[in-house]
């Protein structure tokens, strides 16, 4: 069954110090895994994208890592802040045949920086 | 550029009414249009999705439907809602053809009371 699995479900911090969130995922075949940014009440807002052969993206304090051998990716916050606060979903795209593509979500985790 | 709209942004409606809820794109042409729903502590649900006019695929049985009237218009309904319908109901597009971004618009929350 294709799955998609984040830890920690949660995640208290304080202003400007690094965290780093967990993807582990069982979808095959693997097309491409993306990193969102959801605010509180608000649409998500794509972070970054990686393809099989990349296993790093930056995208500002973001990084995203990727290890398509054990099918693991990380998130990584350098210097949080406030703004930071929101839940961070993993998707991973799989080709599902005949020109169609099918995205599992990660149920998120829910960081919270304090000051 | 692109921008994806979604309105109402808050809805409260009592059980068995119906639905409507509207998603359009402006900025591009012969989108993939899709339809979500986030239930609390959830992830997101893919609900619907459509790749033309007139063409919805449903990836989960329920007592809504979608169509898409126009190129980029895509409309979430249902006849009669049920308190399980309650959640944040997410529109997305993305380019045709591949497995590209998908960009999200504001959110609908329904509350079925």
């Known amino acids: 069954k294709n799955q998609v699995e984040q830890s920690p479900q949660s995640l208290i911090i304080l202003e400007g110090k690094n965290c780093t969130l967990q993807?582990?995922?069982?979808?095959?075949?693997?097309?491409?895994l993306r990193w969102y940014k959801q605010d509180t009440g608000r649409g998500p807002v794509s972070l970054t994208i990686m393809t099989f052969s990349e296993n790093t993206k930056s995208n500002g304090r973001y990084t995203a890592t990727l290890d398509a051998d054990t099918k693991q990716s990380s998130l990584h916050i350098t210097a949080s802040q406030l703004s930071d606060s929101a839940s961070y979903i993993c998707v991973v795209s799989l080709y599902s045949g005949a020109g169609s593509y099918q995205l599992t979500f990660g149920k998120g985790t829910k960081l919270s920086v304090i000051p | 550029s692109q921008t994806i709209h979604q309105w109402p942004a808050t809805l409260v409606q009592p059980v068995g009414s119906p639905l409507s809820l509207e998603c359009t794109v402006e900025g591009t042409s012969n989108p993939n249009l899709y339809w979500y729903r986030q239930a609390a502590g959830r992830g997101l649900q893919l609900l619907f999705y459509?790749?033309?006019?007139?063409?919805i695929s449903s990836e989960v049985p329920q007592n809504l439907s979608a169509s898409r009237p126009q190129d980029r218009q895509f409309i979430l309904s249902s006849k009669k809602l049920l308190l399980s319908d309650s959640g944040f109901y997410l529109c997305?597009?993305?380019?045709?053809?591949?497995?590209?971004?998908?960009?999200f618009g504001p959110g609908t929350r329904l509350t079925v009371t």
């Open positions: 993807c582990n995922y069982t979808v095959s075949p693997f097309s491409n």
């Open positions: 459509s790749v033309g006019i007139g063409q």
């Open positions: 997305a597009w993305s380019v045709a053809g591949g497995p590209y971004e998908q960009y």
